[in-house]
């Protein structure tokens, strides 16, 4: 018989686990229990000491970090890390912890994440030679020790700000930055184009990737598996595995990893094993074969071996001796290794390790209380709006279920997973899966509501074309996110939805100006027997209060709201509407609230392009393909020619910083539009506007 736990009858605090090798039962206690599939007490599995669920911290006992830390800032890059004894590998990891502790207060940041990995980093780049042997951070988020010992310390505390350091790893910012990141589960993937790219060059270069649970769970992550466990490449992937996404991570794999977990016995055994067999080869080899055989009856489906890894672990994370013995003999192994990390999320802070998922990415806090500083209000944000919206609809209307891509934070779904959790599906980061996922549920009559930022839904583009337009399958997307975000910068900007979803057969797309218009849309959207979207910005609006009536809008029709005699005209988008209308007023211009992306109002656009000279449209979406095409693309439909000025997103990256400097920074607050309108319509002389409407 195989090693097995079996838990005691009715889920008791103790189980039984027998070795195989000594045909011995020993009583093991155990600890917290993930939650299995299906409710049968059987299937539940032990976990390590490292998955204990939130304990409960007394604050006042936390000692404040140091103000200096002179291991760390001897380490100006990770060849003086690799000077140092192993022994002073621990006391380096403790400052690093406290150092991210208090530079991340100071202004806010990616912060449980990058706590859990301080070791595991420690230990990396004391083993391998970066930057010549590769490192690939997946998301990134978690990289900040990594940023730390590669020469950016100093610079730490400027992250995410306008012209700081990168919220993620970018290749620009560093050599130690070997791919850029943000978008999840890249790393297997670019890691073993450079692993490949290494054989080829005949280069003796170390790639790996280090990826968390939860970016293991897109497909793409699985896609890389699966060419990477069929070629010999020297990549080495590394589980970091904490059971966490930013939220709780979910799904079939999270619970397997749980189960690989329980084998803590037979990972025991196999370490305790290993010690004592590592001098003699053959009976090493011997052992290795029996082991193999006997994991295949302890680890269920030992997945990766059967993907073609060779399997390592499970190891403690935040035990720097056994991470730098482990990744030193893995080192030397050749072939797809799978090293599979324990970790916990916000390791070292107390606050953090009781409440992941608030400490994911905190705003500034107060490191000695745990105490975060919220900004001030000025209103419910839009995902708070939706959040609001998707439980008054589904009060109203049975079909309406709610999808969301691992994003239940982060799209105000909080409340709506707590009231309707039968509705409710966090399908982990599977954008594609989500997607479709929906389609299958509209084809057969229910109302999806796929809760999505603009950004992640470039992952299942194809699924939104095939799946669900080609199909006219009625799946509703409320895009969050949409234009600039912000912090998060280039790899998360909102900056193409209005250019990638109106090319699209079937589709509706709405952008509302305000609060209550995105909560009249959103409804809209479910009253349709098409797919559509509502793209609404990161933040709040400018506080238009809402009308708990829902009323459906009619489609494809503009909003006339104000009519100027100047000349000029304005047909503003979404979020940019109230700064449209301020520049309106100034310049006594007429301006339109186009609301429809698609179906346009094509009426409206050729009446106001006949009543005025000129027109300019403004959009927080990527000129090139936007809503401001669509306006120049039913003049022309049209035959009417004037001057036409587009205003959006400029065909650049933007970086990363406050949502008011990316703004600025692509010209679109209100500084930068005021004085792009007013520069242009100062040159629109009647000379030249009669030489355009004659072409
Ligand atoms: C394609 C994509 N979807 C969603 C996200 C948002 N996101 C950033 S980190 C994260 C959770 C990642 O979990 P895991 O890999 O386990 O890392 P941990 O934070 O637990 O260390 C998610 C969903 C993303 N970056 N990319």
Do not use: W
């Given at each position: 018989m195989g090693l097995m736990w079996r838990i005691?009858?009715?889920?008791?605090k103790e189980g039984v686990a027998h070795n195989p090798l000594n045909n011995k039962w020993a009583t093991i206690a155990v600890r917290a229990v993930r939650p299995q599939p299906?409710?049968?007490?059987?299937t539940k599995v032990p976990m390590p000491d490292?998955?204990?669920g939130p304990r409960r911290y007394k604050l006042p006992q936390m000692i404040p970090p140091p103000d200096t830390y002179p291991l760390l800032e001897s380490i100006r890059n990770p060849a003086d890390l690799r000077?140092?004894?192993?022994?002073?590998l621990a006391p380096l990891a403790d400052e690093l912890r406290q150092f991210l502790i208090q530079s991340v207060s100071t202004r806010g940041g990616h912060f449980a994440a990058g706590l859990g990995t301080v070791e595991l980093t420690v230990a990396l780049h004391y083993i391998f030679n970066t930057p010549y042997d590769r490192l690939v951070w997946d998301v990134?988020?978690?990289a900040y020790p990594h940023k730390v010992l590669t020469g950016r310390r100093e610079l730490?505390?400027?992250?995410?700000?306008?012209?700081?350091?990168?919220?993620f790893p970018s290749r620009g910012e560093s050599e130690y930055d070997t791919f850029g990141v943000?978008?999840?589960?890249t790393s297997i993937s670019a890691a073993l184009g450079m692993a490949v790219a290494a054989a080829k060059r005949g280069e003796d270069r170390r790639a790996v990737a280090i990826i968390g649970d939860g970016a293991l769970t897109a497909g793409m992550a699985f896609e890389a598996l699966n060419h990477a466990g069929s070629t010999p490449s020297d990549l080495l992937i590394i589980l970091n595995d904490?059971?966490?996404?930013?939220s709780e991570n979910v799904g079939a794999l999270s619970n397997y990893l749980a189960r690989a977990l329980s084998g803590r016995m037979y990972a025991h055994l196999r370490e305790g094993g290993k010690k004592v067999l590592r001098q003699m080869p053959t009976v090493w080899e011997l052992a290795r074969r029996s082991e193999e055989h006997l994991k295949g009856m302890v680890l269920p489906g030992t997945l990766f071996e059967e993907m073609g890894f060779n399997y390592i672990g499970?190891?403690?994370?935040?035990d720097l001796k056994s991470l730098v013995t482990t990744l030193g003999n893995v080192?030397?192994?050749?072939g797809p290794q799978f090293l599979h990390v324990v970790t916990r999320k916000g390791k070292g802070y107390a606050p953090a390790e009781a409440d992941p998922i608030k400490w994911h990415g905190p705003g500034p806090f107060d490191p000695a209380s745990g105490k975060i500083f919220k900004e001030a209000?000025?209103?419910?944000t839009y995902s708070q709006i939706f959040g609001q919206w998707l439980c008054d609809i589904s009060e109203r209307d049975p079909k309406v279920v709610a999808i969301t891509p691992a994003m239940r934070e982060g799209s105000g779904l909080v409340e709506y997973s707590k009231r309707f959790p039968d509705r409710y599906?966090?399908?982990?980061?599977?954008e594609q899966h989500a997607v479709t996922f929906a389609a299958g549920l509209a084809a057969e009559g229910f109302k999806p509501v796929v809760a999505i930022y603009s950004t992640f839904l470039q992952r299942a583009y194809d699924q939104l074309i095939h799946d669900v337009a080609l199909q006219n399958l009625p799946v509703v997307f409320a895009l969050d996110r949409a234009g600039l975000v912000g912090s998060d910068g280039a790899t998360h900007q909102g900056s193409y939805d209005l250019s990638f979803l109106r090319c699209i057969p079937n589709m509706v797309v709405m952008a509302p100006a305000d609060e209550n218009e995105c909560r009249q849309m959103l409804y809209t959207a479910t009253t349709l027997s098409s797919p559509s979207a509502v793209r609404y910005p990161r933040g709040t609006g400018p506080g238009v209060p809402l009308v708990a009536e829902m009323t459906a809008l009619p489609v494809g029709r503009g909003q006339h709201r104000r009519e100027g005699r100047s000349g000029l005209a304005i047909l503003a988008f979404g979020a940019l509407v109230d700064s449209a209308r301020k520049i309106a007023e100034r310049l006594d211009a007429t301006l339109v609230?186009?609301?429809?992306?698609?179906?346009?109002?094509e009426a409206l656009v050729v009446d106001v392009a006949a009543r005025h000279q000129a027109i300019v449209t403004i959009e927080e979406?990527?000129?090139?393909?936007g809503a401001g095409s669509a306006v120049s693309e039913v003049l022309a439909a049209h035959g009417v020619s004037l001057p036409v000025l587009h205003l959006g997103i400029p065909d650049r990256f933007i970086e990363h910083g406050s949502r008011d400097t990316c703004l600025a920074a692509a010209g679109l607050d209100l500084a930068g539009l005021s004085a792009s309108v007013e520069k242009w319509w100062a040159v629109q002389t009647p000379e030249r506007v009669r030489s355009v409407r004659s072409v």
């Open positions: 005691g009858p009715k889920c008791s299906s409710g049968d007490c059987a490292t998955r204990e000077r140092l004894q192993p022994a002073q990134g988020h978690q730490l505390h400027t992250i995410k700000q306008h012209g700081g350091l990168a919220p943000g978008h999840s589960s904490n059971d966490m996404s930013i499970p190891i403690d994370g935040h080192k030397k192994l050749k209000s000025t209103g419910p599906y966090d399908v982990a980061i599977a609230n186009m609301r429809f992306i698609k179906p346009m109002d979406n990527a000129i090139m393909g």
